[in-house]
């Protein structure tokens, strides 16, 4: 009887370890919802969720409300810094622009908004990346209107149905083709001498730091190519002062909704006095000392051809290298 009964015990909690084995892990990600991401398989919700959490958190300058990875990593404005610093400390409001996206297969989320500060209301983009039920990555560009330029002072970003557009499955591309022709975007632009590198819809336009900068008749005046679209502008070599467009990263690709993210630098080594338009018009480069840009530019891609841009840079000083990258 007691070998009976001892069977039987060893039998059942055998059963019990089992049934424990095989019971999905369940971690908390933001608003108490089940976090996928500790099984590697946060979906577009569960990171909509981080990202909400991380606004939430911004908005009331609170950093220890995040759950972040023992390694995280944060920077503002392409410098590394501890999260809290920086915008966290002067932060008094979000906008109204909500542009999200979402890339399940590299657990990383995309924004991009309006930040309000102490004097300020500034365009920004953000990137997070979330692993095992945590954010292990913050990546922010806040272009601060004291900046100068065309850029308005306070910017208004209206929605773009475009960019929230599922793409039909027969109109999309795979994430290594999408990835190439923002590539080939870029290689457009360095040196751009009029020939084109990637493809673009009939239609597209760009819209840097809040201001449209295609098909835009009032720009005219102070940027002559506005009235253009992206492709005419690039055939006419108007961009010949961009010498290099360098430590190109594409963390981002929104497959279902054609999206993907790039983060770079464009250098201008000032060294181009006038050249020669592809129309045989001659002009003078606007860039005459060495400076950088450093950007976060989201595309949309349907068809295989640039449907929409939306850009959000800064400047920073020449050859600035990216924490991002070991060089």
Not at 59 to 75: C, E, H, I, N, Q
Not at 78 to 96: E, F, H, P, Q, S
């Amino acid at each position: 009887m007691q070998k009976k009964a001892f069977g039987a015990a060893l039998f059942l909690a055998a059963i019990a370890l089992s049934g424990m084995l095989a019971a999905p892990s369940r971690a908390r990600g933001s608003n108490g919802e089940r976090d996928a991401a500790a099984s590697g398989a946060c979906d577009r919700a569960c990171l909509y969720g981080f990202l909400d959490q991380y606004l939430a958190a911004l908005k009331a300058k609170d950093p220890s409300r995040l759950p972040l990875t023992k390694g995280f990593k944060y920077t503002e404005n392409n410098v590394a810094m501890k999260i809290g610093d920086g915008v966290w400390g002067t932060v008094t409001g979000l906008g109204d622009y909500n542009l999200r996206m979402a890339d399940t297969t590299n657990g990383q989320v995309g924004f991009y908004g309006v930040v309000q500060e102490t004097n300020a209301t500034s365009t920004f983009a953000l990137r997070l990346k979330v692993e095992d039920g945590k954010i292990s990555e913050a990546e922010t560009l806040i272009r601060r209107t004291e900046g100068g330029g065309p850029f308005p002072s306070k910017p208004n970003l209206v929605d773009k149905p475009v960019l929230n557009e599922i793409v039909p499955p027969e109109n999309r591309r795979p994430r290594e083709r999408m990835i190439a022709l923002v590539d080939g975007y870029f290689s457009t632009l360095q040196l751009n001498d009029g020939a084109l590198f990637t493809q673009f819809d009939d239609n597209c336009n760009r819209v840097e730091n809040g201001l449209q900068t295609t098909h835009n008749p009032d720009l005219v005046k102070s940027i002559p190519v506005s009235i253009m679209g992206c492709a005419e502008q690039f055939k006419l070599g108007n961009y010949r002062y961009d010498d290099r467009v360098r430590d190109r990263r594409y963390p981002l690709v929104d497959e279902e909704r054609g999206l993907v993210m790039a983060a770079g630098f464009i250098d201008h080594a000032g060294r181009l006095g006038s050249y020669t338009l592809t129309d045989g018009r001659v002009v003078n480069s606007p860039m005459k000392i060495p400076s950088t840009l450093c950007l976060l530019e989201l595309f949309k891609i349907r068809d295989g051809k640039i449907q929409q841009i939306e850009a959000v840079f800064i400047g920073v000083p020449y050859n600035m290298p990216s924490p991002w990258i070991q060089y």
